[in-house]
């Protein structure tokens, strides 16, 4: 089905509606970071009070990151039925609980089911914010603002390094997490103000509700949008297939899997890096203070190439973009096992960010694209969970290779190929996304 939005939204301009959209989308992508990335602050601490080996500290790891498989494919999927902003709501509720949850446990058994439970949550969160923003964006600024949104996932891994830094010293690792239930302040704020995605409402038949939404994201759009609404989604019908056997109709069984398999890519490197940097940097020379600065500068490099992406894939296209940071990551992380002047290391761990968790975000905007409204929330929780299995391998491998106690430049090494594997199976994808697009033809098109 042709996701009818775009009418209305090929020359909207971005208004108040859009941004408050996007504020709402950002703010709860910001604890999302935050949530995830503090673990690897702060677990030379856990480490050293429950005495684990780096083998059970990668499984920790792995837990909140097998929780996000979990999550995603069991409510981020659900949003396609039970809505966008419902799921959301509820993913919200879940990971911020479950972080208090995670502040209070008194051994690693305890620990882990918290982290599952944060990771749950999150994984239903993450493709519906993902979704609605791309929704619910102007055509022309998508990938931006999808990017943009995303890139505050790096803001909360600065947040958490700063964090960190400042504040475990005094309350130690358990007020770290303990700052990360401030969310549930986030559960009113979204509920008064974050709409119902139009294209949700559209193929719920609630056209009335859709046309509405629609005259505010797009207030210059001229024409009849309830006609418009009904006379598309009437004369569109798509065949009797389940959303997730959908996602390999209409020339997709092949790129279906390569995306999948540059998700669970960039997500080992994403996570692998996240929960192993600061302990690897200490392992190369540095001070534990030190190692926390780097940790900072990686998810600042994160934030700035996410937003150059996003401007990067309007431009030109999302895949081009994608290759090229996919190769970049593949040079910055190989080299940060070598020993370097304390600037260049810098410059490669920002890099590094850059071109893994600001590669990812492009990605999620990639597959938002690719697939129609319908099933949009499902590609992309199901993209996004097939990538989990990649997320959970990099802390769970990273730790493995510190306990064999192997160079740092063979550790370091191990987490750059997955760049080189990506850059490939994106090159493969068959049709587009990531660009601006001509209005397309009724007719389904290849992809």
């Known amino acids: 089905m042709w996701d009818v939005t775009c009418d209305a939204l090929e020359d909207a301009r971005i208004n108040r509606y859009h941004l408050l959209v996007f504020v709402c989308c950002s703010m709860l992508m910001t604890f999302d970071g935050y949530d995830l990335v503090i673990y690897g602050s702060v677990l030379q601490h856990i480490v050293k009070e429950w005495s684990l080996s780096s083998v059970y500290a990668g499984f920790m790891g792995s837990s909140a990151l097998f929780g996000m498989m979990v999550g995603a494919i069991l409510l981020g999927s659900s949003s396609d039925r039970f809505g966008r902003k419902t799921i959301i709501q509820v993913s919200l509720v879940v990971f911020s609980v479950a972080v208090v949850g995670s502040a209070l446990s008194q051994n690693p058994v305890s620990f882990i089911v918290w982290r599952f439970l944060t990771g749950f949550g999150i994984g239903g969160l993450s493709p519906n914010i993902v979704a609605m923003t791309s929704e619910m964006s102007p055509k022309k600024h998508r990938n931006l603002m999808v990017t943009a949104m995303l890139s505050c996932f790096s803001i909360g891994g600065i947040i958490a390094a700063a964090v960190g830094m400042t504040i475990t010293p005094v309350y130690g690792w358990r007020g770290d997490f303990l700052l990360g239930g401030l969310s549930l302040l986030l559960v009113p704020f979204i509920h008064i103000f974050l709409p119902e995605s139009a294209s949700f409402l559209l193929t719920q038949g609630r056209f009335d509700d859709a046309s509405r939404v629609l005259l505010k994201v797009a207030p210059g759009f001229r024409g009849d949008v309830t006609s418009l609404v009904k006379a598309r989604s009437g004369g569109q019908r798509e065949a009797a297939l389940s959303k997730v056997a959908r996602l390999f109709a209409e020339g997709r069984i092949v790129s279906t899997p390569l995306l ?50 996003g401007v990067l894939a309007d431009k030109i296209s999302g895949r081009t973009a994608l290759v090229l940071f996919f190769v970049l990551s593949f040079v910055s992380i190989g080299l940060l096992g070598y020993p370097q002047p304390a600037w260049f290391q810098t410059a490669l761990l920002m890099l590094g960010g850059a071109s893994t968790i600001g590669t990812l975000c492009i990605l999620h905007s990639f597959a938002a694209q690719y697939y129609p409204a319908s099933i949009r929330s499902t590609a992309v929780s199901w993209a996004g969970s097939c990538g989990r299995f990649g997320a959970v391998a990099g802390p769970a491998v990273g730790g493995y290779l510190v306990g064999l106690q192997l160079p740092t430049s063979s550790t370091f090494m ?34």
Do not use: D, E
């Not at 890096?273 to 203070?289: C, D, E, F, Q, R």
């Not at 587009?432 to 001509?438: K, L, M, V």
């Open 260 to 309: 999948w398999l540059s998700f669970g890519m960039c997500m080992f490197m994403v996570y692998g890096l996240s929960t192993w940097i600061p302990t690897l940097m200490v392992k190369h020379g540095y001070t534990a203070n030190s190692s926390l600065t780097f940790f900072l500068m990686l998810n600042a490099g994160a934030f700035v190439g996410a937003s150059v992406s």
């Open 414 to 447: 191990a987490f750059a190929i997955p760049g080189i594997v990506a850059a490939f199976a994106i090159a493969l994808v068959r049709g587009t996304g990531g660009r601006a697009q001509h209005r397309p033809s009724p007719s389904p098109s290849k992809g």
